[in-house]
């Protein structure tokens, strides 16, 4: 059903995990705006809380993500003896204003850090925050993962695990530093299911180094098996200069834009017929989980973990390099952690660099958003006709409709979501 179109997928556009986004982000911006952002929110607003732990057991040759190896005990305890400090700092200039209703624990791999500092972290954040019965999830590294984290995930209401899956095909997972066998994915699920959790997200990958269409309908028939209750196919970016570990992986046998393309295509077709609900361009969901729930009533959101459910305004990021999100700010704490934790010695906040969103940027953002989340965005009146002007091509192919003053993508028209959305960007767009 899909069109295939190689100069729009030849034309690299952003994920739009945020907007603007974090290419725009300078060190105009800083601990200031971020404290000033704070002291404005107001008494019982709901905000959402993201804890990050830049550490793995083993590092993956094609991750983008801040991580470094867990290999230095020391430097493991120094760093979660400040983040649970810039944790009470937060809390504390909060005074108790803002009402914890979500906490999402990710990497890195957070399951890299011993089960007991898991235990001590959480309960940090329930002690200095207003948080009653929060939704809590966690992504795991499931080639570290034991019936122990089982347990303390389980007995911590942990509601949501994430699984760093990518694919079960063995050459492939030579081919990108990923070893794991299939067993190590299956006794994770079990371990989970057998303690209550069974709320599971798999994020696979195509465009991985030799990997044919017979080696993802492979990965596929293995997930559709486990039936977790959510998947993300990402497709992988080969990006050597901005992440030399990626320089590892033999580039000259990655798929051409076509076989990208019929991989996603085919993710997308499996899926379905296996009864998952597609969200956006990449993620899936069992029509019972909480996504597929509220794509069904435009819920849908999207922020720095994807799509999701999580309808909350505000994003506090605690760690090095995480991300915190207010209305009218973008704020990216210290990438290096140990520059990190001397901020965080000295008694100070650690972002360092950000963004300001002002009227003009949240309305383009809400409309990036609508499209990637819902296929679909009102257009203001006073932009109608450029946008029409400017969407000319695109409907010409029959990627995008009209319905009115309301922007639609048609089904075809899904894997260019991002190029659609990337008219409205004021940096790279024509609107």
């Not at 030799?210 to 492979?218: H, R």
């Not at 609900?277 to 435009?298: K, N, Q, S, Y």
């Not at 958003?369 to 006709?385: F, Q």
Request: charged letters at 20%; hydrophobic letters at 40%; a neutral charge.
């Amino acid at each position: 059903m899909w069109s295939y179109h190689p100069d729009l997928l030849a034309t690299p556009v952003p994920r739009y995990t945020s907007y603007p986004t974090a290419v725009e982000f300078t060190n105009a911006v800083g601990a200031d705006d971020y404290t000033a952002a704070l002291d404005r929110i107001a008494s019982a607003t709901p905000v959402s809380l993201y804890v990050h732990i830049p550490f793995c057991d083993q590092i993956c040759w094609y991750c983008g993500c801040n991580t470094g190896a867990a290999n230095r005990t020391q430097r493991l305890a120094d760093y979660l003896t400040a983040l649970r400090s810039e944790i009470a700092m937060v809390a504390k200039r909060l005074g108790g204003r803002a009402r914890v209703q979500r906490i999402a624990f990710g990497g890195g791999s957070p399951n890299a850090i011993a089960p007991v500092d898991f235990v001590r972290l959480l309960d940090r954040i329930l002690t200095v925050f207003d948080a009653s019965n929060p939704d809590i999830s966690i992504e795991i590294d499931p080639r570290g993962f034991s019936a122990d984290w089982a347990r303390v995930l389980a007995a911590s209401s942990v509601a949501r695990v994430s699984l760093g899956v990518q694919t079960f095909t063995p050459q492939i997972q030579q081919a990108i530093g990923r070893v794991q066998p299939l067993t190590d994915i299956e006794n994770a699920v079990a371990s989970l299911r057998l303690r209550g959790i069974d709320a599971i997200n798999f994020d696979l990958m195509y465009g991985l180094p030799g990997q044919s269409l017979a080696d993802l309908d492979e990965t596929l028939d293995e997930t559709i098996r486990l039936a977790p209750s959510r998947i993300a196919l990402f497709g992988y970016a080969h990006l050597p200069a901005m992440i030399p570990r990626q320089r590892r992986i033999d580039a000259s046998n990655l798929p051409d834009l076509r076989l990208r393309f019929e991989q996603a295509a085919l993710g997308f077709d499996r899926l379905t017929a296996a009864g998952y609900v597609p969200i956006g361009f990449d993620h899936f969901a069992l029509p019972t989980d909480t996504l597929a729930i509220a794509a069904g009533e435009g819920r849908v959101n999207r922020n720095f973990q994807g799509f999701t459910d999580d309808d909350t305004d505000l994003l506090i990021g605690f760690g090095a390099s995480a991300i915190s999100k207010f209305p009218e700010l973008l704020v990216q704490n210290e990438k290096r952690a140990g520059h990190y934790r001397g901020l965080i010695a000295e008694g100070r906040l650690t972002a360092t660099r950000g963004v300001s969103i002002d009227a003009d940027e949240r309305a383009r953002g809400n409309i990036v958003r609508n499209l990637l989340c819902s296929g679909r965005a009102r257009i203001p009146t006073p932009m109608i006709e450029t946008t029409r002007i400017a969407m000319a091509a695109l409907e010409h192919r029959g990627l995008i409709g009209w319905e009115a003053d309301n922007l639609i993508i048609r089904d075809c028209g899904r894997p260019y979501a991002r190029h659609v959305a990337a008219q409205f960007d004021r940096v790279r767009g024509k609107l």
